[in-house]
T-cell receptor, first 113, second 112 residues
Framework: QKEVEQNSGPLSVPEGAIASLNCTYS??????FFWYRQYSGKSPELIMF????GDKEDGRFTAQLNKASQYVSLLIRDSQPSDSATYLC?????????????FGTGTKLQVIP | DTGVSQNPRHKITKRGQNVTFRCDPI?????LYWYRQTLGQGPEFLTY????????KSRLLSDRFSAERPKGSFSTLEIQRTEQGDSAMYLC??????????FGEGSRLTVL
């Protein structure tokens, strides 16, 4: 089982719609959760992080975390063509002196004008 | 620009040669990470430093890979006896808070 799993997509949504991106993780010791956006040919950039169960909103983005189900999601409201990118889910596990940030394979999002 | 800096940006080498990449993190960040990424895949964890201490290294990493971070500042990643399968983008990231990574532009390695 992969440590962080995402559907590779592509996920296609029309401009103005809500895009929903999902991620599951296997390590119950995971403590913090992140969404990164990666444009083609560029490096990942952090767009959201969430540490506690529930929702966290930042502008058009909402991150959702359910630790019992080991599930993280990212909602993008009013999707724009500029949101077209690969979205990477990342999980941070800290245990004693051990720390590791693991990424999923990413979901490619295409916003159709 | 005070972001993460990586050099060289591109490296083409012949199989069997050694290569070294350098990463200069954001100055106030004490955490530094190395990842490898191939087309269509997410970043694959290689190693993690907190200050000068290498606290974690991927079990997937062969003995041909080594990383250092002397004095807790810049870091180097060396690959010895390169193989064609080492061709990838090597990403360095630094952070102040765990997991909130700031990535450099990467060093692309092509092994012929």
């Amino acid at each position: 089982q992969k440590e962080v799993e995402q559907n590779s997509g592509p996920l296609s949504v029309p401009e103005g719609a809500i895009a929903s991106l999902n991620c599951t993780y296997s390590d119950r010791g995971s403590q913090s959760f992140f969404w990164y956006r990666q444009y083609s040919g560029k490096s990942p950039e952090l767009i959201m992080f969430i540490y506690s169960n529930g929702d966290k909103e930042d502008g058009r983005f909402t991150a959702q975390l359910n630790k019992a189900s080991q599930y993280v999601s990212l909602l993008i409201r009013d999707s724009q063509p500029s949101d077209s990118a690969t979205y990477l889910c990342a999980v941070n596990v800290i245990s004693g002196g051990y720390q590791k940030v693991t990424f999923g394979t990413g979901t490619k999002l295409q916003v159709i004008p | 620009d005070t972001g993460v800096s990586q050099n060289p940006r591109h490296k083409i080498t012949k199989r069997g040669q050694n290569v070294t990449f350098r990463c200069d993190p954001i100055s106030e960040h004490n955490r530094l990470y190395w990842y490898r990424q191939t087309l269509g895949q997410g970043p694959e964890f290689l190693t993690y430093f907190q200050n000068e201490a290498q606290l974690e290294k991927s079990r997937l990493l062969s003995d041909r890979f080594s990383a250092e971070r002397p004095k807790g500042s810049f870091s180097t990643l060396e690959i010895q006896r390169t193989e064609q399968g080492d061709s990838a983008m090597y990403l360095c990231a630094s952070s102040f808070l765990p997991g909130e990574l700031f990535f450099g532009e990467g060093s692309r390695l092509t092994v012929l």
